[in-house]
């Protein structure tokens, strides 16, 4: 087949994605999404369990103080709310990158760097503006820093095929470091022992949402998760890097700037991981110390990838995560375990996540649904014979 047939053929695959035959309703199709990706947790959890009997402790105790402490009390929800705004705003930045079928694995450096800079020009901008001009301002602030930090990796990328995973890793680890030196220099507080920029005064932090202790974070963490889906599913856009990500060689053959897409997609992700810095550093600190670093990239880089890129998939997928994040701590200390347990217990449910998605690359677990579909048909047929 030629060059050309290929690439109709991938644009008329990706076309079809979006515009194909009749498909099962939303609701249904994504319910069975988030039964198939539910299975692995499943799996984890158990495994969780059985390390927990190995060392002598109750998995179910732990379990449901992990559940009762990160969503079952009022302050524990609060609390898992909170968490998730930064989480569901990185994980926007990651659906972004990877429909374009590029591995933006360096959202750390990202979000790390963005946070810095938010949290060093915070207290000084505040000296000379008014806080509700401030507060927008910082949000674009992180979200253009988070976004100029994409800059060279996809250069390298669109323009010399450069290996994105390289150089994204090489860019983290220099904008980790660049954000530990401008704390520690140019936006060094000298009113505390510790390294750390100026503190944001409490009260002008992100507002609250009336009647709670949740601040709007999480309203712009679900107004950006929307706006991806729209842009995915509803633009042409959004076609594009569909297009992009299934082929590089189909995009070019459609008449798809992929240059142009590769640079775009990369900002826009990088964008939206600074973003989440910034809601994180304005709605919950007020200030970053030095060598702070949640490093809550690379688990929601596995996340977003094993729920195949599906919004309505990685919400659930993520809120999750935050409850084992906050209930998990104290489910812990209960337990008298290091904290390092919950990266055991997600390092566990992300391997028979990639374990599952393996054996469903490899035709497994569908022959294994058709054999037992084969036997479940053929009981009748047995029982009327028998007749």
Known sequence: MSDAARGTASVAGALGSVAGAPAPSAGR?????????????????????????????????FYWTTLESGLLTWSGLVQTIIRLAPLLLMSAGFIVAFQAGLW??????????????????????????????????????????????????????????????????????????LANILIKGPFLSH?????????????????????????????????????????????????????????????????????RDIVTAFALSGGLIGLAAAVEVLGVWGYVRADWNPAFGMTLFAIVFLAGLDVLVVIPFVFFFAVIQIGGHEAARQAGLPNDFLLVLIGLILFFMVLTEWART??????????????????????????
């Open 191 to 259: 009113e505390t022992l510790v390294p750390q920029t100026a503190v944001i005064p409490f009260v002008y932090l992100l507002w609250y949402i009336p009647g709670t202790h949740i601040h709007v974070g999480i309203v712009i963490a679900l107004v950006a998760l929307a706006l991806v889906h729209f842009v995915q599913t509803r633009t042409a856009y959004g076609l594009r890097l569909r297009i992009l990500g299934a082929s590089p060689r189909a995009a070019l053959h459609a008449g798809i700037s992929v240059k």
């Open 362 to 387: 490899r035709g497994w677990l569908g022959r294994l649904r058709g054999r037992h579909a084969g036997s479940v048909a053929a009981a009748p047929e047995e029982a009327v014979t028998d007749g």
């Open 29 to 61: 199709r994504w319910g069975r999404a988030l039964l198939r990706r539910a299975a692995p947790v499943v799996y984890g959890l158990i495994a969780g369990g059985i390390l927990l009997l190995l060392m002598g402790k109750n998995p179910v105790a």
């Open 104 to 177: 933006n694995i360096g959202g750390d450096g990202q979000f790390l760097l963005a946070a810095a800079v938010v949290a060093g020009l915070g207290a000084p901008a505040l000296g000379v503006m008014p806080f509700w001009l401030v507060l927008p301002l910082l949000c674009l602030v992180g979200f253009l820093v988070g976004g100029a930090w994409t800059v060279v990796p996809s250069l390298m990328k669109a323009y010399y095929g450069m290996n994105e995973i390289i150089t994204t890793l090489m860019m983290a680890f220099i904008g980790i470091n």
